[in-house]
Each structure stands twice: as C-alpha cells, then as structure tokens.
C-alpha cells in the first residue's frame, strides 16, 4: 500500500495543482512535499474526515484546535509561507473524472464516516443581530472567559488593545511601557484636565478609565456589557484609590443616557456595533458630549478589497464582529454631526502587541492550559498567529480617528494647527 503522505499529496493535487505549499507527515510517519515548505503533521484521519464534513478555513482551524492537525515551529511563519504559495496559484476546478478520484482516494484514506464532534468553545448566539441580549451574549463569549487569563495573557494594565510603541528598538521598553504610552496619547488627544468628564464606552479591564483618574484627575463613566469586567474594574478602582472618580455601569451603549461630557472614548468597542447600528452609535456618541467635546475611536479596519474577519474569528473568538475601511466610519462620524480632526494608523503597533502576546502565550503554556484548557489555548494560539499575519500583511488595520461635536457657531473649539500629540518620551 502507498504511503499516506503520498495518498494525501495526490488528493491535493486535485484542488491545488504543482508542488505542494507544505510539507506532509501522515499518521503512518510517511512524509511528502518540499523539505523547506512548513511540515504539517496529520495525526489520524479524521483531520480529512473534519475537512469533508467542513470544507474551508472553518474545517482546518478546527483539525488544528482539536490537535487532529498540527504545524511544526512558530505558526505565523508556516501560514505566511503556505498561504503565499496557495494565493500565487490559481486552485483548479476538478472535471467530473477528477471529483470522482479524489473522492475515491479521500475514502481509502479514511475520510468517510460520520462527522467528528465539533470541539467545545464555539459561540452560541441567538436573537436579532445585535439586539442588546445577543450583544450581551457575544461580549461574554469572548470577554468572560476568564479574567485570570486575560491577566496572564496582558500587560500589569490589562489593556486588550492595540499598544503605542514608541521605543520599538528599544530592548528595555516593554508591552507594559507600549501600553501606557497609548493610554497616555488617547488622553492628549482627547485633551483631558483635571474635573473634566469622560465617558469609557467599552472600558474593558478599565485600562484606561484607571488611567485617566488616576493620571488626569478625569471623573469616568465607564460603560460595559461584561459583569466580570464590570466587578473587575469597580474593585480595581477602588485598590488604586480612584473610586470617587470612577462610575462603573453594566449598560449597552444604547442605554447611555445623559450628555454633557468633556470627551468619550471607544477604544476597540465599535467592531462589535455592527453595520447596520454604526450610525446610531455614532450618534449616540455626538449626543453624549458637549459642544466642543472630544471623541476619540480606536477601531479596527479592513483593507478596501479584504473581508476582514473569516469564519474562525466569527465562531469561537469574536462572533457578530464587524470592520469597514476606515474611510466609511469617517463618513459615518461626519454623518452624525462629528469633525473628524484627525486619523492615525496603528497598524505596524498592532503586529508588535500581538506577537507580544503571542511570546507570553507561549512563555506560559503550561499556565494557559491549566486555566483554560488545551483546546482554548490552542484556539488562541492560531487566533493570534491568524491576527497578527493579518495586520503584516495589511489585509486589516487599526486607527485613531479624533473627532468633536462642534460648537453652535460650527467651531471646533480646537487649534487650527495643534501641536504634536506625543513626544517620544514616555510619562513619568
């Protein structure tokens, strides 16, 4: 009998014609395909069996999450190279005779049979897209996993977003330094005094709402849907002694209620709007701040012609997710009344925060698992390699967009040539 690297590498030749993108070990120890290509281990058929039941991107993550499928040396590396090779090569279209033979050799390789149990951790949703239950039910999925991990995974100020690196060549300067140095540019931005009035929509782990008090004297509003962030960033305001300038509210954005704030900030929060809401979000923001208060939005972007998300992310990290280019949340800010002042890509930073949460991941595998499991971690493990490629290669970004509501008189109420937002020293 062939080998089953050999099996296998003709079963692909059928979709993907010419020299195999990665290099093949089978469950029988066989190996095929170029010696400088990723070696990719398929340790039972049922790796096969996922993909026939599943075809595409969902079936592959989940024969590698379950461990049916493993790649070889660091993760990022072998998708970059195996999807270059793939993209530079048109996929055939298999004639009658062709979809006959493979399937023929996808049965003698074991891939008939019932479909595999699916590994635990999808999200399971229900409701209208985007009502505030099923917005509820989403940010739990991904935000309650547990706040244990996150603080293993994240920097001493749990900040859950893209860092600002200022001193990237600097070996002394860490994702802690990246992060604070970013809390510190959204203040400026924002151009927070003591006793001015900001509203945290989506404040995560109250990286920055913490920040603000704490360095700016802000009085904080902090609004998120997650009960464990919500207790999380009550408790911490109270250890770090900001409690009397801290408000921490269980709400959905649509139930912010009230006006007359200095500045708002969404700091990777409008990703999980959806289009359709966008607008109203936007404009729910303009109302929220006086005339002449500022905005500041962190959020994610697709490149013009990438679809940005995929159906891994939607499943088991970030389900009901939703990215424009950056020019259309422009017009939707612009729509609802909002300046925009400025724009700044983050990009290039958010490749560096990712692969510095990648190194610790891996640092502190054993740690990962005994929190939340080895399928979970692996999740993470491909969910980062799978983000940070992603911003490298541009098929997605991140952008600061600073708006304000003008004044009645259509003023901003802003210098006409601002100085620069950052120095690049950190604070003190």
Request: aromatic share 6%; charged share 25%.
């Amino acid at each position: 009998m062939r080998p089953a690297a050999d099996r296998l590498a003709q079963l692909l030749g059928h979709v993907l014609p010419g020299p195999l993108p990665v290099r093949i070990r089978a469950w029988d120890g066989s190996r095929t395909g170029p010696a400088d290509a990723p070696l990719v281990t398929l340790r039972s058929p049922r790796a096969l069996r996922r993909l026939l039941w599943q075809p595409g991107e969902l079936g592959l993550a989940e024969a590698y999450v379950t461990g049916d499928l493993d790649v070889e040396g660091d993760l990022v590396h072998a998708l970059s190279q195996a999807g270059r090779t793939v993209r530079d090569r048109p996929a055939a279209r298999p004639r009658p005779a062709g979809m006959a033979a493979a399937a023929a050799l996808a049965v003698r390789l074991g891939a008939a049979g019932p479909p595999p149990p699916r590994p635990h951790g999808r999200a399971r949703l229900s409701g209208p897209p985007h009502s505030a239950s099923r917005d509820r039910a989403a940010i739990s999925h991904h935000y309650d996993l547990s706040n244990d991990f996150y603080a293993l995974l994240l920097d001493p100020s749990m900040a859950y977003s893209c860092a600002y690196w200022t001193r990237p060549d600097d070996p002394a300067y860490t994702l802690a330094d990246a992060q604070r140095d970013k809390l510190e540019l959204v203040c400026r931005k924002l151009g927070l005094r003591a006793g001015d009035r900001l509203l945290d929509v989506g404040c995560g782990w109250g990286s920055l709402t913490v920040h603000a008090a704490r360095e700016h004297e802000a009085r904080v509003t902090a609004v998120t849907l997650s009960r464990a962030q919500r207790d999380f960033v009550t408790e911490r305001a109270a250890r770090e002694g900001v409690a009397d300038l801290v408000d921490v509210r269980l709400l959905h954005w649509r139930h912010i209620d009230g006006g007359g704030y200095d500045a708002a900030a969404a700091i990777e929060m409008g990703e999980h709007v959806g289009d359709a809401a966008y607008p109203a979000f936007a404009t729910k923001l303009h109302d929220a701040l006086r005339p002449g208060g500022r905005l500041l939005i962190q959020q994610m972007s697709r490149g013009a012609h990438a679809p940005g998300g995929g159906a891994f992310i939607e499943t088991y990290i970030a389900p009901d997710m939703h990215m424009r280019p950056v020019g259309r949340t422009v017009d939707l800010l612009e729509d609802a009344g909002l300046e925009v002042r400025a724009t700044e890509s983050l990009r290039e930073h958010y490749t560096t925060t990712i692969d510095a949460w990648r190194a610790t991941l891996e640092d502190r595998w054993d740690e990962v698992r005994a929190l939340v499991g080895e399928t979970t971690g692996r999740v993470w493990r491909l969910y980062l390699a799978g983000a940070s490629l992603a911003f490298a290669e541009r098929r997605m970004g991140v952008d600061q967009i600073l708006a304000v509501r003008p004044t009645r008189e259509g003023n901003s109420a802003m210098p006409a040539t601002p100085a620069p937002w950052y120095t690049a020293q950190s604070p003190a």
